[in-house]
Each structure stands twice: as structure tokens, then as C-alpha cells.
């Protein structure tokens, strides 16, 4: 796989289900999977995953939420410990 393309962008959620086929595709493949390690170290999604193992199916890659708030409401959830 091309370096500059995130790892996670095959499996991501958001392409192949919340977004999928709408005009926010390719935009934000663009701007967060297909750019990079500066791309990846902007998407949240990523960021979440990295610290947590995993990422909620509905957060955006440009969510206005923190990481923190992410991993919260996880916990609360009772989807990570």
C-alpha cells in the first residue's frame, strides 16, 4: 500500500457506510486518508484508533469532539474499558 494512504482507510466505516457514495467521499479521502502522515495526524478517527485500538463507526474524520471526549464517552458506552 502507498505510504501516503492510510492503513486504516480499507476497513474505515465511514467509506463504506455512513458516507459511502455520497459528495464528502472524496473530499475527505483527500484531505485526511490520502494525505499522509500529516493527513492521518488530522483525522480523528485515526488519532482515537491509535490510542484506543478502535474507533466509534459514526465519528467523522474531522469531528469537532477531542480525542478525550471520544474516549469517554467510549468508556460510557461500555465500549472500552
Given at each position: ?7 486504516k482507510t480499507?476497513?474505515c ?64 458506552a461500555?465500549?472500552?474499558?
Amino acid at each position: 500500500m502507498d505510504a501516503k494512504i492510510c492503513p486504516k482507510t480499507p476497513k474505515c466505516p465511514i467509506f463504506n457506510g455512513i458516507l459511502k457514495g455520497t459528495e464528502f467521499t472524496e473530499t475527505y479521502l483527500k484531505l485526511y486518508c490520502e494525505a499522509g502522515e500529516a493527513g492521518r495526524n488530522r483525522c480523528r478517527r485515526y488519532q482515537v484508533a491509535e490510542k484506543v485500538g478502535m474507533c466509534p463507526p459514526d465519528i467523522l474524520p474531522n469531528s469537532s469532539k477531542s480525542v478525550e471526549e471520544i474516549i469517554n464517552s467510549m468508556k460510557s458506552a461500555g465500549l472500552i474499558n
